[in-house]
């Protein structure tokens, strides 16, 4: 739980994290009398920066440096901003270019691109399972006694197959007719959206009047059920962590250490949905901030992030940057983007 903070107090703090920000370096009373507007001298502003030191808000790495903010510091400073925020206005632009996209995966990937650049950071998706998995191509192949191959060709080149007993001998003719009205209707459509729309359509008894539409339906979806697809990430930006970190770090090595460790978890997109997924399940807007990070490998880094739905599924849009990040523009961007998202993805 943070402090509660005199305004004197509150507004030295947010100058000195600014400031920290913007410069990457310890910040000295000196400068904060000059340029926190509060016509305070630089002895009343060491004694508000002890007493937020002893709070656990500020730090001072060497006996005649400045102060940092600390992870406590940064969250007093964020809580301020996410209470005084206000709605982010429509990014009319960004809508246009999402709504050009030709395909749910190029959405999610001209979102990454566009948030990248506007926070300055790095930014990710995090898709919800099968939201961009689509069906590129079914096959029936016949086997001996009433048995069928159901071979599944799915977007990355996946290919899954299942063996189905029909209890019925069916010709190469039949079965060939079956996969191509099933290719005609649902290519192109992601796995969950073929399941659904192949339920709805077996619970039309009309269609049930037609063999070969009923048996191509209840193939196709014996087929799919052994599909199981994961969630995908989309990463963009890793150039700017890249700057923020060294410029911000006195001991380099430390600070590409750090940076390896971190694109060794983005290289296994497997492990960064893992850790990621970890906490971001919350209904709004998510800010985390480095030692808040259960997982170790994100402690150097902060996390903003939102939610976004396609109508029947959440995802997760963010950015991943140091510590030291404009938070101000990594939420607004963030915020705004996850709107836009869920406006297109679920056709308003």
């Given at each position: 739980?943070?402090p ?8 030295i703090?947010?100058?000195l ?64 901003l ?66 069928v ?19 019925e ?43 070969l ?56 997109k ?42 029947r599924r ?35």
């Amino acid at each position: 739980m943070t402090p509660d903070l005199v305004e004197r107090q509150r507004r030295i703090l947010e100058r000195l994290i600014t400031g920290y920000i913007e410069q990457g370096a310890p910040v000295s009373s000196a400068w904060l009398a000059e340029h926190s507007d509060l016509g305070l001298s630089s002895a009343s502003v060491r004694t508000i920066l002890a007493r937020l030191e002893e709070l656990g808000l500020v730090a001072q790495p060497h006996t005649s440096a400045g102060r940092v903010p600390t992870d406590t510091g940064y969250r007093q400073y964020v809580d301020g901003l996410l209470e005084s925020r206000r709605r982010t206005r429509p990014l009319r632009d960004v809508e246009a270019r999402l709504r050009r996209a030709g395909t749910v995966d190029d959405v999610l990937e001209d979102a990454t691109q566009v948030l990248s650049a506007a926070s300055q950071q790095i930014a990710f998706v995090l898709a919800p399972a099968g939201a961009t998995v689509e069906l590129r191509h079914i096959d029936f192949a016949p086997l001996a006694d009433g048995r069928v191959l159901v071979i599944v060709v799915a977007t990355g080149g996946t290919v899954t197959h299942k063996v189905v007993d029909l209890d019925e001998p069916v010709d190469a003719t039949a079965l060939a007719a079956a996969a191509t009205y099933i290719n005609r209707e649902f290519a192109g459509r992601t796995i969950d959206e073929v399941r659904t729309a192949l339920l709805e359509r077996l619970q039309q008894e009309r269609i049930l009047y037609d063999a070969l539409f009923a048996r191509a339906l209840r193939l196709a979806r014996s087929g799919l059920s052994g599909i199981a697809p994961e969630e995908t990430i989309h990463v963009q930006g890793t150039s700017f962590l890249v700057q923020g970190l060294l410029g911000s770090a006195d001991d380099r090595d430390r600070t590409l250490e750090v940076l390896r460790a971190l694109f060794r978890t983005m290289e296994q997109k497997h492990r960064l949905v893992e850790l990621l997924t970890h906490y971001l399940n919350a209904n709004g807007l998510t800010v985390v901030i480095g030692s808040e990070h259960e997982p170790p490998e994100l402690r150097a880094f902060s996390v903003v992030a939102s939610p976004f739905s396609d109508g029947r599924r959440s995802g997760t849009v963010g950015v991943i940057g140091p510590r030291r990040m404009r938070y101000d523009r990594a939420i607004s961007a963030v915020d705004g983007v996850s709107r836009v998202m869920t406006r297109v993805l679920e056709g308003a």
